[in-house]
């Protein structure tokens, strides 16, 4: 992505609207002693979100559904020694604070003992991490609906084409408390915005998109133009036959694949022989050469580029993680108990994933590529075999022919059959990695564009 | 009837409120640990106004009187600022008010009023089922409930309270060889909106051991030839293929292009080229879109604007039919409708979430009907000299126009002669839709009619869920490409 620039001037008309219905710290932390305050199990814990979410929709060149919603939530978990239950309510007065934690404790007292109980954890330390930004909060329709017109312009303008996007803001807090002393809180916005033009032939698709903590950084223009861009090039599309190709995947396809690694990486599941990280003869595969040894996956609530929540669920905090370092499997997650058990420390569920980089650009990988593929973004990955991490999906939005360093011409697009552990062992080239937009699961995601050989494509689809 | 008074004061033409109480519980177990019991509640109302033809909506968790009043009016603003860039002013295909309607799911047993340590118990007896089989190693199971109490009220007339109830109760069982394992997972039993007596009459502890012999026999079970076969597919299989492949690419606004940046758009487009036109199947190929069916997912009284839904033929001998519509949709259709001497009224696909999330098409009940000859299942295999018969959903992909899918399953059978010889593994066979629903040619009668169904039907942005079911009998299905997906890491 080019470098950022502040086309769309946020406006602070409405200011309050946001910032009004997200819990600070204050008001975050009196409420989860309230609810303290009404409890009367062995152990108590309060998790707290608090949001404000605004969005713009568009298609076939006019807003579609759009809207703002107001929402908060509170979690009451009841523990008497190894009963729990928890209860969720979206009412934040006493009355329904007192009742909900009743009613955990009604539910904790008739639940089965747990034999993984773990006790509640104390004071913990926790990174600040500065992922709030009051432009970002206080933007407004107008703000949202300026921005979309970047795509509907042009789209519109053009007569050739459909411009179809999502523009979502949002300010959010979380806070996590209980009553043995320990207490975290995080407040964050984040702007995502995707656009997808397809061509009114019918044979041309692109995509583009951005995200980032700060409205500012995103320069709509420049993603409403690289979509266009790639919507017309990717125009009548040929067949090429199914196989094994060197391919370019960029970020956005890099992630898609990648990220998928973090959901596997459970020490427990490798423990108990149902993972892909499972030792032959035992035990797990945690200091293992697994992948290309160029290949560094990090978490790191603290790293600008991520600037996530720097605490589990759990409440743990977060530092930086190395799950894969010069592709040794450094690490996997831990929980509370089966940390205990292995005789090791909790690592917490990570709230981002980044997979460092190279120098390389995507020009300079098109470049040294006699034949190969170019993939903007992949959809509808499916777990095909969890013994492999084997997946199936398909490319969308703009599929590219390699010949002779240049792309040559759009192709149609490809089911594969292919594992990120495969891909990874099959590298060529690492580019610059860069924040995705596309991703399903939330939370930030960093990815370098990659070029590996030997891709698995097993079948055409004629999808547009 | 306050927000409806505001957002017509700030310049609404049409305006809906709808308030809702949803609450799930869920308990979740594995071996003989109850790993979580959670119980959430979430109420709150979100009104969707229409202003010169543009839409706008806001939703918020406070009932009181003047945020009612202030969301309304915060919607109209919305509205306003979607305006500068309309090119087609939205109307609304007429509708029968309904002043005073109430509708309730067929539960007869609700599933808040049973005491979780039954629960709790139950989940961890037929654990304890599935683990008495030797070779069976972890067994996952869980239940989940949900109560939706929604009130909607619209500047048509309409006041109508619903209440629905899904459940689904569910195991997967592991089995563990050395650098193998398996998994079974018990979707013979698929979510249904009914009260817990769906729970009771699951069966868990009398099924759970057969689902873990069946995960055991997957580890020496014969990797499958590639290659292509007939395949004999069972409701609790086929039920995801039609969602998938049927379902999907005839709801309008995907054909419309107005799930482009996310789920996709549909190679059932343009309408005007496809209604009466596109031959889907074979003639006896008939494809019901309701929202009627007792038990089904999608079951109501009426839709999220007011509409008692109908039930309609998506494809009618063969052929494409209509679409899956809204109040807004159905218009764009009327050319068609007249054609048929039909009336141009919403089918009643209107569908949201929760009250935090605006009301868009959603996919209602998309059934094949059965056959006139009453073949079973049995039939089906009998008939079939070299094919592969599956059994339950398992993987599932497909592109964004709905061309191209690959689909696992649960457990495959081998066929030979007329008859099951062995079971297979690593099997997933690809499509290309046209093609696939073309080539079938059996399908089982009424006796072997079974619902399928999801609670994730992911679309939209912001995506929702929709909780909808699909009726179908077993189905064959001639020379279809079948895969290995076995690799060693």
């Known amino acids: 992505m080019s470098a950022p620039k502040r086309l769309i001037p946020a406006t602070p008309r409405h200011a309050a609207v946001a910032n009004a219905n997200v819990l600070t710290r204050d008001e975050a932390q009196a409420i989860v002693g309230r609810a303290i305050g009404f409890s009367k199990a062995e152990s108590v814990r309060v998790t707290i979100d608090s949001s404000y979410q605004g969005n713009v929709r568009f298609a076939a060149n006019q807003m579609s559904t759009s809207g703002g919603v107001i929402n908060a939530n509170v979690v009451i978990e009841s523990a008497f020694g190894p009963k729990h239950a928890a209860v969720t309510t979206n009412d934040l007065s006493d009355e329904a604070l007192r009742r909900t934690v009743e009613q955990s404790e009604v539910l904790a007292r008739l639940a089965p003992d747990d034999p993984e109980s773990m006790p509640p954890l104390g004071p913990q330390q926790y990174a600040t991490v500065q992922g709030w930004f009051d432009g970002t909060a206080n933007l407004t329709p107008d703000d949202r609906a300026r921005a979309a017109l970047t795509a509907l312009g042009p789209a519109r303008d053009a007569r050739d084409l459909a411009a179809a996007g999502y523009i979502v803001t949002s300010a959010q807090s979380n806070a996590i408390g209980n009553k043995a002393g320990q207490f975290a809180y995080h407040r964050s916005t984040t702007a995502n915005y995707t656009l997808t033009v397809r061509t009114s032939d019918g044979t041309g698709s692109g995509w583009a998109g951005a995200d980032d903590n700060d409205w500012s950084k995103i320069n709509f223009a420049e993603v409403s133009k690289r979509a266009i861009d790639k919507a017309r090039l990717s125009r009548s599309p040929v067949a090429i036959e199914p196989g094994r190709y060197t391919v370019i995947l960029e970020p956005q396809a890099v992630a898609d694949l990648v990220q998928l690694l973090v959901f596997y990486a459970d020490a427990r599941s490798a423990d108990e022989g149902r993972s892909p990280f499972v030792k032959q003869g035992g035990g797990n595969k945690i200091g293992e050469k697994l992948v290309d040894s160029r290949v560094t996956l990090i978490s790191d609530p603290t790293d600008p580029d991520l600037s996530s929540q720097p605490y589990d669920g759990d409440g743990l905090p977060l530092g930086r993680q190395v799950w894969i370092e010069n592709g040794v499997l450094k690490q996997l997650y831990y929980s509370r108990f089966w940390a205990q058990k292995s005789n090791t420390t909790p690592t917490g569920f990570p709230s981002s994933v980044k997979m460092l980089g190279g120098t390389a650009s995507l020009d300079d990988m098109i470049r040294s590529t006699p034949r190969g593929v170019l993939v903007t973004r992949l959809w509808y990955l499916r777990e095909v075999d969890p013994r492999t991490v084997l997946y199936t999906g398909l490319t969308r939005d703009g599929t590219f022919l390699i010949e002779n360093g240049k792309i040559a011409k759009a192709i149609r697009n490809l089911r594969f059959n292919e594992s990120p552990l495969f891909m990874l062992n099959n590298l060529e080239m690492l580019g610059r990695p860069m924040r995705v937009a596309g991703t399903e699961a939330g939370g930030a995601v960093v990815m370098p564009p990659i070029k590996v050989r030997d891709f698995n494509f097993t079948s055409l689809s004629e999808a547009v | ?489």
């Not at chain 2, 063969?318 to 807004?328: A, K, M, P, S, W």
């Not at chain 2, 399953?409 to 046209?434: H, N, S, W």
């Open chain 2, 1 to 489: 009837m306050l927000a409806l008074d505001a957002a017509k004061s700030a310049g609404a033409s049409y305006a809906d409120i709808r308030i809702s109480r949803n609450r799930n519980q869920a308990i979740f177990t594995r071996e003989q640990r109850v790993q979580n019991l959670v119980d959430n509640e979430t109420f709150g109302f979100g009104v969707r106004v229409l202003v010169e033809g543009a839409w706008g909506f806001a939703a918020s968790r406070d009932l009181s009187r003047e945020e009612v009043a202030r969301v309304a009016r915060q919607a109209v603003t919305q509205a306003r600022a979607n305006r500068t860039t309309m090119v087609r002013p939205v109307t609304l295909a007429p509708v029968t008010p309904t002043p005073d309607g109430s509708w309730r799911s067929p539960a007869r047993i609700d599933p808040f009023d049973v005491p979780v340590e039954e629960k709790a118990a139950l989940l961890l007896a037929a654990n304890a089922a599935a683990l008495g089989v030797q070779g069976a190693r972890f067994v996952n199971s869980q239940m989940f409930f949900l109560r939706e109490e929604k009130t909607l009220a619209t500047t048509d007339g309409t006041y109508v309270v619903q209440t629905i109830f899904r459940a689904q109760p569910s195991m997967t069982v592991t089995a563990v060889a050395s650098g193998d394992f398996q998994t079974r997972q018990s979707n013979d039993v698929q979510p249904m909106g009914r009260g817990y007596e769906h729970v009771i009459d699951a069966k868990l502890v009398e099924n759970a051991p057969r689902w873990a012999e069946e995960a055991v026999r997957k580890l020496s079970a014969k990797p499958v030839e590639v290659g292509r076969y007939d395949l004999i597919l069972h409701p609790s299989h086929l039920w995801l293929t039609i969602h998938e492949s049927i379902a999907h690419p005839t709801e309008l606004d995907r054909a419309m292009g107005y799930e482009a940046n996310y789920a996709g758009t549909s190679f059932v487009a343009p309408p005007e080229k496809m209604l009466g036109s596109l031959k889907y199947g074979p003639e006896f190929m008939n494809v019901q879109g309701d929202r009627s069916q007792s038990g089904s997912l999608s079951a109501v009284g009426w839709d999220d604007e007011g509409v008692r839904p109908e039930e309609f033929l998506i494809i009618k001998n063969g052929v494409f039919n209509d679409y899956q519509t809204t109040r807004e949709q159905a218009p764009w259709l009327q050319w068609w409708y007249s054609r048929q001497n039909q009336e141009t009224r919403s089918h009643g696909c209107s569908y949201a979430q929760s009250w935090a999330d605006v009301q868009f098409q959603r996919m209602p009940n998309v059934s094949l009907l059965p056959g006139e000859q009453n073949h079973s299942w049995d039939d089906l295999i009998a008939a079939t000299d070299r094919g592969i018969a599956i059994v339950g959903e398992g993987s599932f992909s497909i592109d964004q126009q709905r061309y191209n899918a690959q689909f696992g399953g649960q457990v495959f059978y081998e066929v030979r002669g007329g008859k099951i010889v062995g079971m297979l593994k690593d099997v997933a066979y690809q499509l290309r839709t046209p093609e696939f629903w073309n080539s079938m040619d059996m399908i089982g009668g009424r006796d072997s009619y079974m619902l399928g169904g999801a609670f994730n039907d992911g679309k939209g942005q912001p995506s929702q869920s929709n909780a909808v079911s699909h009726g179908c009998v077993p189905a064959r299905f001639r020379n279809v490409n079948v895969i290995n997906t076995g690799r060693q890491a």
